[in-house]
């Protein structure tokens, strides 16, 4: 309650201070909507972002188009064959409201399809958010920036797997 009360205070201070009511207030408008960071680009145009999940690391590359992603040189239908698959990769897409209007360049490496999927939705996520900074507060309350830590458990001396015992035997 007591912070309402001060930016009132502080748009009335405003106010007073530039004589003119409207252009005052577009001027606190324009501060606090003003992205934190700045938009970066290669030489290209594009903006670049690495995306990683399991053992799986993506290069990506976000540059306005037509909605082409294209994985190791293939287009996404035929590299992420599973529906399900394709589906995670244009999430952060769908949650910008951005469908079809950015071309995708990925390249990635290690672990498998389910790893490299989110690999890409990942650098697509911190991509999006280099290219347009206003959209990194959408895409950060989605979850798609942080990098999902969990990966597969080593195997232990003594075990069969990570966690499951040799079978015992009675006799």
Known sequence: MADETNTVSDLADLKDIAGDAPAADAAVIATNTAPLREQELDKQGRAYATGRRKDAVARV???PGTGKITVNGR???????????RLIINQPFGITDRAGQ???????KGGGLSGQAGAVKHGIAQALSKYEPALRSTVKAAGFLTRDSRVVERKKYGRAKARRSFQFSKR
């Open 61 to 63: 590359w976000v540059k």
């Open 75 to 85: 287009d996404q239908d035929v590299y992420f064959a599973r529906p399900t698959l």
């Open 102 to 108: 950015y071309d995708v360049i990925a390249t990635v």
